[in-house]
């Protein structure tokens, strides 16, 4: 076979590779040869690949259309639980009707939580909404967080300290912000009375990387893995609050923002979350 003959083969299967992937028509006049028989065969799963890929898109439009609805559903029924179960809690109750309400209360706010969390990652994953990265100050994002959860150290006895940094680094300051206090949250939750958290962040060439070390629990080896699987909780935490939601959606925002989050840990000794953000816009577009 020609060296021109080769390249006109080569030039029309790539053509037809561009027409699968900008979704224009794709060309099917082959003749009895055996390449052509290759052709035609790529013709067709390219053309599968593009009936599979608009089948995904009308799912796709379907599932933002039903997270859109569940949310609007359920925002005033849970709304008006809670108001109330609020009120009920302010009226003249015996010692065994306050209990009941504020188990419902507990009970509420957990599923308020929960129907939150999953809205929240079913719209990431399905690209409702998406994450607008640009250049920020990651001393503003650790103050944000600490303000959240000065509360909860205060209530569990945790020592809590945050390094001061200069460093400023790629990343959605909303949605960054979630994504640290789901992690920070957790190390207050698994660390006992008179433990430390202490959250830091230091400069490289390429990333930012923020270290959130604990003295909790710690997670064994095994575990690793799935911590940061959805609805996945721990054996030896299922005595504790949570839905096993928080560490997943960390990893959703931080990833979908060109970063990656690792894990050092020692099973009673303590956890190290290292959260890595693009340092550069440029790093960010390429991922």
């Not at 599932?63 to 109330?84: C, G, R, V």
Request: negative net charge.
């Amino acid at each position: 076979m020609s060296v021109f003959k080769i390249d006109k083969i080569i030039g029309r299967l790539n053509q037809m590779i561009d027409n699968a992937i900008e979704g224009k028509p794709i060309e099917n006049g082959f003749d009895e040869t055996k390449m052509s028989a290759l052709e035609t065969k790529l013709a067709q799963y390219l053309a599968m690949n593009s009936a599979t890929k608009a089948q995904i898109s009308e799912e796709k439009a379907k599932i933002n259309e039903l997270i859109s609805d569940i949310s609007h559903q359920t925002k005033t029924p849970i709304a008006n639980i809670l108001l109330y179960t609020q009120l009920l809690a302010e009226s003249d109750l015996s010692q065994k009707d306050r209990s009941c309400v504020e188990s419902l209360m507990e009970q509420s706010e957990k599923l308020n939580f929960l129907i939150s969390s999953l809205v929240k990652t079913s719209r990431l994953e399905t690209g409702i909404i998406t994450v607008s990265s640009k250049p920020n100050s990651v001393q503003a994002l650790l103050n944000n967080v600490v303000n959240q959860v000065i509360l909860k150290v205060e209530l569990k006895g945790v020592v809590l300290t945050a390094e001061d940094t200069e460093v400023r680094a790629v990343f959605d300051p909303k949605w960054t912000t979630e994504a640290l206090y789901n992690i920070v949250d957790n190390a207050i939750k698994y660390t006992p009375c008179g433990g430390s958290v202490s959250i830091s962040a230091a400069a490289y060439q390429l990333f930012c990387r923020i270290d959130i070390t604990d003295t909790g629990i710690g997670i064994s080896e095994q575990e690793i893995p799935k911590i940061f699987t959805r609805f996945y909780r721990s054996p030896s935490v299922m005595e504790e609050e949570g839905v096993g939601i928080g560490l997943y959606l960390a990893r959703e925002i931080i990833t979908s923002e060109g970063g990656y989050i690792k894990v050092q840990s020692t099973p009673k000794k303590g956890s190290t979350f290292s959260v890595f953000l693009p340092m550069q816009e440029e790093i960010f577009q390429n991922c």
